[in-house]
Nanobody, 125 residues
């Protein structure tokens, strides 16, 4: 059983920064991927970033240059550094994990096995 717990969300003004964290509790067979997905009010969920245990990353075009995903294997913690926040970044951010996975090219539509409960990010203009 794997449990993912997000933290670090909050309310910030446009142009600000946040760092989201996701603690993974339980064993995830390697190789594995972890990622972040967000859901804005009234919109579908959108994959924003994925990383695998080798450190390879991929991002949605809408966040490239502003979002940085990282993984601390020793602490079993996933991070998402978000800079230059925009009002359209508002939403609930979810952490996910999938065993036997490597980052691949293409859409961030991974078949995630585990999901966190989400953390709210609100950006005001």
């Amino acid at each position: 059983q794997v449990q993912l717990v997000e933290s670090g969300g909050g309310s910030v003004q446009a142009g600000g920064s946040l760092r989201l964290s996701c603690g993974a509790f339980g064993y995830i067979p390697r190789p594995y991927c972890m990622g972040w997905t967000r859901q804005a009010p009234g919109k579908e969920r959108e994959g924003v970033a994925v990383i695998d245990v080798t450190g390879i990353t991929t991002y949605a075009d809408s966040v490239k240059g502003r979002f940085t995903i990282s993984l601390d294997n020793a602490k079993n913690t996933l991070y998402l550094q978000i800079n230059n926040l925009k009002p359209e970044d508002t939403g609930v951010y979810y952490c996910q994990a999938r065993p036997t996975c490597r980052v691949r090219r293409g859409p961030l539509t991974y078949d995630w096995n585990y999901w966190g409960q989400g953390t709210q990010v609100t950006v005001s203009s």
